[in-house]
């Protein structure tokens, strides 16, 4: 089954197998399964420009500062 995550690196959405890891973007491994809030990221794979989580309007959108 396909579900929609974040990478916590890069902050891309894509959508994942159960069992996946690592991002398909940058590589790297922790991959978000829902917001910090347990919201999940379904709706966000539509969306474009600044993305905010309907649950508790933390930022989604961006690169965590350690990724180059």
């Given amino acids: 089954m396909k579900e929609t995550r974040r990478c916590e690196t ?6 994942y197998d159960e069992t996946d890891r690592f991002c398909l973007v940058c590589g790297n491994e922790g991959i978000e399964r829902a917001c910090s809030c347990g919201r999940s990221f379904d709706y ?4 474009t420009g600044d993305l905010f989580c309907p649950g508790c309007g933390r930022a989604l959108r961006g690169r965590s500062a350690e990724f180059e």
């Fill in 10 to 15: 890069c902050g891309r959405f894509r959508e």
């Fill in 44 to 47: 966000a794979l539509a969306e």
